[in-house]
Protein backbone atom coordinates (compact mmCIF):
# COMPACT_ATOMS: atom_id res chain seq x y z
CA UNK A 1 0.00 0.00 0.00
CA UNK A 2 1.44 3.63 -1.37
CA UNK A 3 2.52 5.93 1.78
CA UNK A 4 -0.17 8.71 2.04
CA UNK A 5 0.93 12.40 1.46
CA UNK A 6 -0.01 15.03 4.06
CA UNK A 7 -2.53 16.79 2.29
CA UNK A 8 -4.19 13.44 1.33
CA UNK A 9 -4.37 12.41 5.20
CA UNK A 10 -6.04 16.02 6.02
CA UNK A 11 -8.44 15.03 3.39
CA UNK A 12 -9.63 11.96 5.38
CA UNK A 13 -12.59 11.92 7.75
CA UNK A 14 -9.77 11.73 10.66
CA UNK A 15 -7.58 14.83 9.50
CA UNK A 16 -11.27 16.70 8.54
CA UNK A 17 -12.20 15.83 12.34
CA UNK A 18 -8.62 17.23 13.21
CA UNK A 19 -8.30 20.31 11.29
CA UNK A 20 -11.79 21.75 12.38
CA UNK A 21 -10.78 21.73 16.11
CA UNK A 22 -7.51 23.24 14.81
CA UNK A 23 -8.74 26.05 13.05
CA UNK A 24 -11.49 27.12 15.09
CA UNK A 25 -8.54 27.54 17.91
CA UNK A 26 -6.09 29.40 16.09
CA UNK A 27 -8.95 31.51 14.54
CA UNK A 28 -9.74 32.58 18.11
CA UNK A 29 -6.21 32.60 19.47
CA UNK A 30 -4.70 34.93 16.70
CA UNK A 31 -7.64 37.30 16.03
CA UNK A 32 -6.57 39.81 18.98
CA UNK A 33 -2.53 39.37 18.72
CA UNK A 34 -1.40 42.89 17.72
CA UNK A 35 1.67 44.05 16.09
CA UNK A 36 2.63 44.39 12.11
CA UNK A 37 4.33 40.96 11.40
CA UNK A 38 3.49 37.17 11.79
CA UNK A 39 4.50 34.56 10.45
CA UNK A 40 3.20 30.71 10.18
CA UNK A 41 5.97 27.95 9.71
CA UNK A 42 4.89 24.97 8.26
CA UNK A 43 1.17 23.81 6.38
CA UNK A 44 0.79 27.09 3.92
CA UNK A 45 -2.12 24.84 2.71
CA UNK A 46 -4.00 26.08 5.56
CA UNK A 47 -4.08 29.51 6.77
CA UNK A 48 -4.13 29.37 10.59
CA UNK A 49 -3.43 33.11 10.00
CA UNK A 50 -7.01 33.68 8.39
CA UNK A 51 -8.74 35.73 11.49
CA UNK A 52 -5.27 37.93 12.50
CA UNK A 53 -4.86 42.06 11.78
CA UNK A 54 -1.89 42.57 11.48
CA UNK A 55 -0.46 44.14 7.38
CA UNK A 56 1.96 41.39 7.07
CA UNK A 57 1.10 37.95 7.63
CA UNK A 58 2.95 35.40 5.28
CA UNK A 59 4.02 31.30 5.36
CA UNK A 60 7.19 30.15 5.64
CA UNK A 61 8.88 26.82 4.77
CA UNK A 62 10.27 24.20 2.34
CA UNK A 63 7.33 23.57 0.32
CA UNK A 64 6.37 25.11 -2.87
CA UNK A 65 3.48 27.17 -1.63
CA UNK A 66 5.07 29.37 0.92
CA UNK A 67 5.65 32.88 0.29
CA UNK A 68 9.19 32.56 2.16
CA UNK A 69 10.97 29.48 1.60
CA UNK A 70 13.37 28.32 4.05
CA UNK A 71 14.40 25.93 6.41
CA UNK A 72 12.49 26.33 9.79
CA UNK A 73 15.54 25.72 12.04
CA UNK A 74 17.41 28.48 10.02
CA UNK A 75 15.08 31.37 9.43
CA UNK A 76 16.18 34.45 6.99
CA UNK A 77 14.65 36.94 8.85
CA UNK A 78 15.75 39.92 10.92
CA UNK A 79 16.34 39.27 14.79
CA UNK A 80 13.43 41.12 16.87
CA UNK A 81 11.18 41.95 13.93
CA UNK A 82 8.45 39.71 14.12
CA UNK A 83 5.31 39.85 16.72
CA UNK A 84 3.90 36.77 16.22
CA UNK A 85 4.97 32.62 14.94
CA UNK A 86 2.59 29.97 14.58
CA UNK A 87 3.97 26.63 14.86
CA UNK A 88 1.60 23.94 13.44
CA UNK A 89 3.32 20.70 13.80
CA UNK A 90 6.48 21.59 12.81
CA UNK A 91 8.65 20.46 15.97
CA UNK A 92 7.40 16.93 15.96
CA UNK A 93 8.56 16.28 12.04
CA UNK A 94 11.45 17.88 12.76
CA UNK A 95 14.95 16.19 13.40
CA UNK A 96 16.32 19.26 15.06
CA UNK A 97 13.30 20.80 16.98
CA UNK A 98 15.68 22.61 19.84
CA UNK A 99 16.83 24.92 16.99
CA UNK A 100 13.65 25.71 15.63
CA UNK A 101 12.55 27.32 19.00
CA UNK A 102 15.76 29.08 18.67
CA UNK A 103 14.84 30.72 15.39
CA UNK A 104 11.77 31.94 16.78
CA UNK A 105 12.68 33.29 19.86
CA UNK A 106 15.61 35.31 17.98
CA UNK A 107 13.22 36.65 15.13
CA UNK A 108 10.69 37.05 17.92
CA UNK A 109 10.44 40.72 19.14
CA UNK A 110 10.37 40.96 23.11
CA UNK A 111 6.75 40.48 24.00
CA UNK A 112 5.96 38.83 20.86
CA UNK A 113 3.66 35.50 21.07
CA UNK A 114 3.97 32.15 19.50
CA UNK A 115 1.83 29.29 19.47
CA UNK A 116 2.48 25.62 19.18
CA UNK A 117 0.48 22.92 18.03
CA UNK A 118 1.43 18.93 18.36
CA UNK A 119 0.59 16.23 18.86
CA UNK A 120 0.24 14.77 22.16
CA UNK A 121 2.26 11.69 23.22
CA UNK A 122 -0.17 10.82 26.39
CA UNK A 123 -3.15 10.02 24.49
CA UNK A 124 -4.66 7.67 22.23
CA UNK A 125 -3.38 9.37 19.26
CA UNK A 126 0.17 8.69 21.29
CA UNK A 127 -0.52 5.29 21.58
CA UNK A 128 -2.16 5.04 17.58
CA UNK A 129 1.30 5.60 16.00
CA UNK A 130 2.63 2.29 17.68
CA UNK A 131 0.00 0.02 15.57
CA UNK A 132 -0.34 -1.49 11.68
CA UNK A 133 1.64 -0.26 8.87
CA UNK A 134 0.14 3.34 8.85
CA UNK A 135 2.70 4.21 11.52
CA UNK A 136 4.46 4.87 8.58
CA UNK A 137 1.98 7.54 7.25
CA UNK A 138 1.47 11.36 8.54
CA UNK A 139 1.11 11.92 11.49
CA UNK A 140 1.77 8.64 13.00
CA UNK A 141 5.30 9.04 11.68
CA UNK A 142 6.59 11.64 13.83
CA UNK A 143 8.43 12.01 16.97
CA UNK A 144 5.57 13.71 19.46
CA UNK A 145 6.57 15.67 21.94
CA UNK A 146 5.41 15.32 25.46
CA UNK A 147 3.48 18.81 26.52
CA UNK A 148 5.63 19.26 29.81
CA UNK A 149 9.11 18.82 27.75
CA UNK A 150 7.94 21.52 25.55
CA UNK A 151 7.35 24.06 28.12
CA UNK A 152 10.91 23.04 29.60
CA UNK A 153 12.10 24.20 26.43
CA UNK A 154 10.54 26.86 26.08
CA UNK A 155 11.38 28.17 29.69
CA UNK A 156 14.93 27.73 28.89
CA UNK A 157 14.46 29.79 26.26
CA UNK A 158 13.16 33.09 28.34
CA UNK A 159 9.71 31.84 26.82
CA UNK A 160 6.53 32.39 29.72
CA UNK A 161 3.60 30.64 28.66
CA UNK A 162 0.25 32.36 28.83
CA UNK A 163 -2.67 30.08 27.29
CA UNK A 164 -2.82 26.04 26.50
CA UNK A 165 -5.47 23.44 25.57
CA UNK A 166 -6.16 20.36 24.37
CA UNK A 167 -8.79 18.68 21.97
CA UNK A 168 -9.58 15.59 19.76
CA UNK A 169 -10.38 13.54 22.54
CA UNK A 170 -11.87 10.91 20.72
CA UNK A 171 -9.89 7.68 19.17
CA UNK A 172 -8.62 8.76 16.08
CA UNK A 173 -11.14 6.14 13.98
CA UNK A 174 -9.80 6.08 10.08
CA UNK A 175 -14.34 5.84 9.57
CA UNK A 176 -16.52 8.43 10.09
CA UNK A 177 -19.22 6.59 11.55
CA UNK A 178 -17.02 5.97 15.03
CA UNK A 179 -16.01 9.23 15.00
CA UNK A 180 -19.34 10.77 15.34
CA UNK A 181 -20.20 7.69 17.54
CA UNK A 182 -17.77 9.09 19.97
CA UNK A 183 -17.95 12.34 19.28
CA UNK A 184 -19.36 12.70 23.26
CA UNK A 185 -15.77 12.59 23.97
CA UNK A 186 -14.74 15.52 22.88
CA UNK A 187 -16.92 17.16 25.22
CA UNK A 188 -16.27 15.37 28.16
CA UNK A 189 -12.64 15.62 27.80
CA UNK A 190 -11.93 18.92 28.97
CA UNK A 191 -13.74 17.68 32.70
CA UNK A 192 -12.93 14.20 33.05
CA UNK A 193 -9.40 13.70 31.13
CA UNK A 194 -7.84 17.15 30.76
CA UNK A 195 -4.68 16.25 29.54
CA UNK A 196 -5.49 13.21 26.86
CA UNK A 197 -6.12 14.93 24.20
CA UNK A 198 -4.79 14.15 20.96
CA UNK A 199 -3.25 17.32 20.58
CA UNK A 200 -2.16 20.64 22.53
CA UNK A 201 -1.90 24.30 22.10
CA UNK A 202 0.38 26.12 23.96
CA UNK A 203 0.61 29.60 23.60
CA UNK A 204 3.88 31.65 25.18
CA UNK A 205 5.13 35.38 24.98
CA UNK A 206 9.29 36.22 24.78
CA UNK A 207 10.39 37.97 28.18
CA UNK A 208 13.41 40.11 27.94
CA UNK A 209 15.48 40.12 31.22
CA UNK A 210 15.75 43.73 32.71
CA UNK A 211 13.48 45.34 30.09
CA UNK A 212 10.48 47.02 31.68
CA UNK A 213 7.57 48.56 29.41
CA UNK A 214 6.50 52.05 30.22
CA UNK A 215 2.93 52.45 30.37
CA UNK A 216 1.64 56.45 30.56
CA UNK A 217 0.41 56.83 34.64
CA UNK A 218 -2.74 57.90 33.83
CA UNK A 219 -3.92 58.34 37.52
CA UNK A 220 -0.68 60.75 38.53
CA UNK A 221 -1.19 62.37 34.77
CA UNK A 222 -5.08 63.83 35.99
CA UNK A 223 -4.15 64.36 39.96
CA UNK A 224 -1.67 66.99 38.23
CA UNK A 225 -4.02 68.51 35.83
CA UNK A 226 -6.63 68.63 38.50
CA UNK A 227 -4.23 70.58 40.84
CA UNK A 228 -3.50 73.26 38.17
CA UNK A 229 -7.12 74.41 36.64
CA UNK A 230 -6.61 77.73 34.56
CA UNK A 231 -8.55 80.30 35.25
CA UNK A 232 -9.50 84.11 34.04
CA UNK A 233 -8.50 86.50 36.56
CA UNK A 234 -8.62 90.29 36.20
CA UNK A 235 -5.26 91.75 37.57
CA UNK A 236 -5.02 95.18 38.34
CA UNK A 237 -4.10 97.56 35.32
CA UNK A 238 -6.14 95.96 32.80
CA UNK A 239 -8.89 98.51 31.49
CA UNK A 240 -11.91 97.76 29.40
CA UNK A 241 -11.98 96.12 26.28
CA UNK A 242 -8.33 94.56 27.31
CA UNK A 243 -8.01 91.01 27.02
CA UNK A 244 -7.64 89.72 30.64
CA UNK A 245 -4.67 88.07 31.34
CA UNK A 246 -5.15 84.62 32.82
CA UNK A 247 -3.60 82.48 35.54
CA UNK A 248 -3.46 79.41 37.25
CA UNK A 249 -4.96 78.39 40.06
CA UNK A 250 -2.13 77.02 42.37
CA UNK A 251 -1.72 77.05 46.20
CA UNK A 252 1.40 79.80 45.67
CA UNK A 253 0.23 83.36 46.36
CA UNK A 254 0.98 86.05 44.66
CA UNK A 255 2.60 89.09 46.49
CA UNK A 256 -0.20 91.26 47.20
CA UNK A 257 -3.17 89.33 46.31
CA UNK A 258 -4.22 85.74 46.79
Known amino acids: MPMQTTQQWFETCLGQYLLEREQ ?9 VFGYNAIQVGFPQHDFLRSNRMPLRFSVGIEKNVVLRAAPDFLPIESNSIDLVLLPHVLEFSSNPHQILREVQRVLMPEGHVIVCGFNPRSLWGVRRW ?6 DFPWRGNFIALPRL ?3 LTLLDFEMTAGRLCCYAPPFSQEKWLRQFNFMEAAGDRWWPISGGVYFLQAVKRVHGMRVIKPEWKDVLAARRGVV ?4 RFNGNTAGEEPRIAARTKTKVRGKE
Open 151 to 153: KDW
Open 131 to 136: FGSARY
Open 230 to 233: PVAR
Open 24 to 32: SYFDQAVAD
